[in-house]
């Protein structure tokens, strides 16, 4: 079925049949299906999604002084004005799914978004509801229509609705959604044109909010650099303002670095001074302010003091920041030694092949060296997964144009290895091409996981790449994880309060994480979904099969046997004997599932 396509009622018989062989792994005729929402289906089976009961993760208290809702709030209390009596909700989301707010014209379609709690305070994401037009718009990028039993979850499938992710029109970063639900038999484009149209005009909106934010930001810097001599910066998500002296005292390749840890440091509330140990061996003194307003915050005002060699011994007593890349940490040698690959490359110029497990951070690596070495030149990524069947030819288009881009521009090729023979010898002649070009091109750089057979025409690609580098597993580098868990913390709590404990932290170390750095961050984002955004993680919080050191893979029965053991001991708090008379098990039988699984059991 063609994915730009609304499902006519005839259709509707077939895709409920469609749905029910899908969620029982029975064959059906994929014709029936839009490629979008199969791929979605596929996703919600991954995740585990209940398809026959609602279990949605709750925020007791969202955030609502944001941007978003500052620039949603009029537009769509002027809509909801327009569509008044009729059953259409208008829904606004953050960027991970939550719902922030509901406006609804209809009594009974109200009452019934509620019964499935479509309510704020409940997160609409794929991973808890499934295919939907909230969460799929987000997990895609792009907008998304899912109609009727379309849904994973057969509670929705009298529902249709559209969502549209919201990017900031500065930054580029989704910010949220906007949805609009009505019952499956209103359905019409009509919906869908609507909700793109509503997502343009907040995203105007946040355009207009912007401005107002850099002229306080503005001020604030001015202010600041009549109190001081010495090195300031002003800084928010959108621009950066600096000082000559700044720009006269601070190496270039120490900028990226500073702006980084600026940017964290705001991010979490630190107010404290800290010392940085800067790429060209220097270290700085820095310290940061937020720039807050009656409602909100518009961003932060930076003050840099670089230390003299004399000082070493008074820096010495002050906390130290290390922070080889901004955004990345890690000082395990495995991961160092692959920065400093990547880094040399870069400089050289030299086109690059970015090899490893899925999840071990390859874009990200890329990303932070762009960013220290050239943060005002472009950097673009393009998936080849997005190249598949008919959208070959756009997605070379979209190739050839990046390729065209001026020498300061860098462009990441994801997924090479996803690509059929034909594409890879397309994307050959346009790189071929793209090399010879006089007067310069971008930096290029392909990522590709691990392939036991290379074919002839992957290794034509591979030639035109001088470098390659191997990005370490997490598993190789496990060290790491300690300074990868308060940085992924910082960054889902927003509020920069939430810790992980000691033992926490010895349970994620064990771990053989074959999903790498990405899995560690799911893991993190779903236990901050689930807890209060404050104190330190504790064992309790953590997934039952983070209790146990697998040794071998298990079956699904070992899984749920392994999970019932691992929350009863959390029960008894670590009492064995409780904890086998709650499941019914003898002692012997007990300890001997516990040494077979791997449990790491909890201090009685």
Not at 478 to 486: G, Y
Not at 495 to 517: F, I, V, Y
Request: charged content about 20%; proline content about 5%.
């Amino acid at each position: 079925m063609h994915d730009s396509r609304l499902v006519a009622p005839e259709d509707q018989g077939r895709l409920a049949d469609a749905r029910i062989r899908f969620l029982t792994s029975e064959p059906f005729d994929r014709h029936d299906v839009r490629d979008t929402i199969l791929a979605s289906w596929w996703r919600s089976h991954r995740w585990k999604v209940a398809a026959d009961h609602i279990a949605l993760p709750y925020v007791r208290n969202p955030n609502l002084d944001l941007p978003l809702i500052r620039s949603a709030n009029p537009i769509l209390r002027r809509l909801s004005e327009q569509l008044d009596g009729q059953s259409i909700s208008l829904i606004l989301t953050d960027q991970s799914g939550v719902v922030l707010q509901r406006l609804t014209g209809d009594g009974e379609l109200d009452r019934h978004l509620d019964s499935i709690q479509l309510a704020p305070g409940f997160s609409y994401a794929e991973e808890f509801v499934g295919t939907n037009g909230i969460g799929t718009a987000l997990e895609g990028g792009r907008a998304a229509h899912v109609f009727g039993h379309e849904h994973y979850a057969e509670y929705l499938d009298n529902l249709a609705c559209a969502g549209v992710p919201i990017h900031h029109p500065i930054t580029g970063k989704t910010v949220g959604a906007v949805d609009l639900t009505c019952w499956r038999k209103d359905a019409s484009p009509l919906l869908v044109a609507l909700a793109k149209t509503t997502a343009d005009q907040i995203r105007q909106a946040l355009l207009v909010d912007s401005g107002v934010r850099e002229l306080e930001l503005f001020q604030a810097y001015l202010q600041a650099c009549r109190r001081t001599t010495g090195m300031v910066l002003a800084l928010n998500n959108d621009l950066v303002i600096m000082n000559d002296l700044a720009r006269q005292l601070l190496d270039p390749a120490d900028q990226p670095v500073i702006l980084g840890f600026a940017a964290e440091a705001l991010a979490s509330g630190r107010a404290v001074p800290m010392m940085l140990d800067l790429p060209t061996g220097g270290t700085a003194r820095v310290s940061c302010r937020p720039v807050q307003s009656n409602d909100h915050i518009s961003g932060g005002i930076v003050h840099i003091t670089l230390i003299e060699q004399d000082e070493e011994e008074v820096a010495a007593s002050w906390p130290v920041l290390r922070m080889f890349l901004p955004g990345l940490v890690g000082s395990g040698p495995l991961w160092l030694r692959c920065c400093h690959d990547v880094d040399r490359a870069y400089l050289a110029g030299e086109w690059l092949l970015l090899g490893g497990e899925p999840g071990v951070g390859k874009l990200a690596l890329a990303r932070a060296i762009h960013q220290r070495r050239n943060a005002a030149g472009g950097f673009h990524v393009l998936d080849a997964a997005d190249a598949a069947g008919s959208a070959e030819a756009d997605w070379m288009t979209a190739l050839r144009a990046e390729l065209d881009e001026s020498r300061e521009h860098a462009v990441v090729i994801r997924h090479i290895d996803r690509l059929e023979a034909g594409a890879l010898r397309l994307l050959a002649g346009a790189l071929t091409e793209a090399s010879a070009r006089p007067g310069g091109h971008p930096w290029v750089a392909v990522t590709q996981g691990q392939a036991d057979f290379v074919s002839t025409e992957l290794a034509a690609v591979r030639e035109l790449f001088p470098t390659t580098v191997e990005i370490p597993p997490l598993r190789h580098h496990i060290e790491d994880l300690r300074e990868l868990v308060p940085l992924f913390l910082a960054r889902l709590s927003h509020s920069g309060e939430l810790m992980c404990s000691h033992e926490a932290l010895q349970l994620l170390t064990r771990s053989n994480w074959p999903g790498n750095a990405e899995q560690l961050h799911q893991v993190l984002r779903h236990v901050v979904r689930h807890r209060r955004r404050t104190g330190a993680i504790q064992p309790g919080d953590l997934p039952p099969e983070y209790h146990a050191v697998n040794r071998r893979q298990l079956s699904q029965l070992e899984s749920l046997e392994r999970d019932a053991i691992v929350q009863s001991l959390l029960g008894s708090r670590g009492n064995r004997v409780r904890a086998a008379e709650s499941l019914g098990m003898s002692r012997a039988t007990i300890y001997r599932k516990i040494r077979e699984y791997g449990i790491v059991s909890p201090r009685a």
